[in-house]
Every structure is written in structure tokens, then in C-alpha cells.
């Protein structure tokens, strides 16, 4: 695995407090993504790299609420990061889901596959060619994210323990994961990829 530090983007999607654990939706140990995220976030930025996070930000009443417990409404505590994860590295943040009819998934575009969130064209003047994802949640917005960004043409990276899965309908996250190697996404850990850019 080749990785040029300067021309790489750590993404962190969604590490809000709704989505951990007390949160809203929360997923199952999701605040376990926090640690090796800002170990990758110093070290990425110490190197010249980005560091961009996104935000899931619903207006009151939001179109998801219909499928989802109501979640990350603007301006909220649980639409907040959570509070250890480290955002000095962070030069970037995407609020997504804003729009009331529209739910977003993908940092990259809302769900209707084609209205942008700024993220391509942001990271492609930055030169970047490798995108590293870590976050909530593997089979939803992880899942979204890579799939898009490989699509764009990013070499992209799932940080294998930095990322937690709803799992629901059961065997969501396994397919997820399956889904994503088969379309050439690579699967490393934080300590492989701290290996390569110290």
C-alpha cells in the first residue's frame, strides 16, 4: 500500500453523539472509533495530509425521522462531535441531511445520487488522490461514502477499526464490508496505516 501523506485525506464521517452510545441511533461501541481516528488525524496532519469530518444535520421534523428515531437536529447535543474526538486537524467539515426531503448517506452527495455536498470539488483542489474513511456507521454512511468516493476515482481506504455498523437488517455490516472490497476499496488498520506515514 502506497500512500503519499500530502496528497491524502482522512475522512471522518460522522462521529456525532447521537450516534454513540446514550446518543439517538446510537451504534453498538461506536464512541470506540474516536482513539485510533485522532492517533491518524495528528499523524496525517504532522505529514502535510487533510483531515476532513462530516456532520449528519436534519432540520426539526427531517424526512428520515419517518425510517429513523430522530436524530442530529441542528444545533443539538447529539448533532455535536463527540466531545474526545480531536477536531484541531480538521480544515474541512460537510453538514449533510440538511435538506428537508432529501436524507444523505454519502459524504459526497445527498441520497439522490446526484446533489453534491462541496466534498469532491473541495478535496480535488487540494490535489488529494487517497481518501482514508473511518466513522459511523460501516453499513450506511461508511458504506455510502467509500462507494462514492471510489466512484469519483480516489484511491480509498476503510479504517477496519475505526469504523462500527448498525447491523440492521441483520447482516448488514458483512455485506457492507463485501460490497466494498469487491469494488476494490482496501480494509487496513490504524496501526498499518500509521506504519506507512510516520
Known sequence: MNIN?????????????DFCPGG???VNDGNAVVAPLN????ALTGKGGRVAATQDWHGAGHSS????????VQGTKGADFHENLDLKPVSIIIR???RQELDSYSAFFENDSSTATGLEGCIKQLNIETVIIGGLATDYCVLYSAMDCRR??????VVSDAVRGVGQPEGSVEKAVETMKSNGIQFCTSQ???DIIK
Open 39 to 42: 492517533a491518524l488525524s495528528r
Open 192 to 194: 498499518e496505516i500509521l
Open 65 to 72: 425521522f419517518a425510517q429513523w428515531p430522530v436524530h442530529c
Open 152 to 157: 469519483l476515482g480516489f484511491n480509498t481506504i
Open 96 to 98: 449533510k441531511g440538511f
Open 5 to 17: 501523506p500530502q496528497k491524502t485525506l482522512l475522512l471522518l464521517v460522522d462521529v456525532q453523539n
Open 24 to 26: 439517538a441511533l446510537a
